[in-house]
């Protein structure tokens, strides 16, 4: 098992910045990659961006220029740094950890923690 715990969110201005930060425990060696996905009200929760073992980024297009997800293995930490923040980045966001093949591709989430843009 996998605990991940969420921290960074809040209210912001559009064009201000915040950054997430997300604490695994645990079974940590079965981690593969670990991410972030939000959820808006009324949407579907969606990729915002993910980072493997190998240091390998994904990033949604609607993010990409803005938002940098960064990992330290040392730590079991990986933030989020969001940049020029728009309305439409206000969601519920959660931090996310998947095990690798190995271990059953599992997947684990955190609480979620909101955040709220004003324009």
């Known amino acids: 098992q996998v605990q991940l715990v969420e921290s960074g969110g809040g209210l912001v201005q559009a064009g201000g910045s915040l950054r997430l930060s997300c604490a695994a425990s645990?079974?940590?060696?079965?981690?593969?990659?670990m991410g972030w996905y939000r959820q808006a009200p009324g949407k579907q929760r969606e990729l915002v961006a993910a980072?493997?073992?190998?240091?390998?980024?994904d990033y949604a297009d609607s993010v990409k220029g803005r938002f940098t997800i960064s990992r330290d293995k040392t730590e079991n930490t990986v933030d989020l740094q969001m940049n020029s923040l728009k309305p439409e980045d206000a969601a519920v966001y959660y931090c996310?950890?998947?095990?690798?093949?190995?271990?059953?591709?599992?997947?684990?989430w955190g609480q979620g923690t909101r955040v709220t843009v004003s324009s």
């Open positions: 645990g079974s940590i060696f079965s981690i593969n990659a």
């Open positions: 996310n950890a998947e095990s690798s093949p190995y271990y059953g591709m599992r997947r684990y």
């Open positions: 980072v493997t073992n190998g240091g390998n980024t």
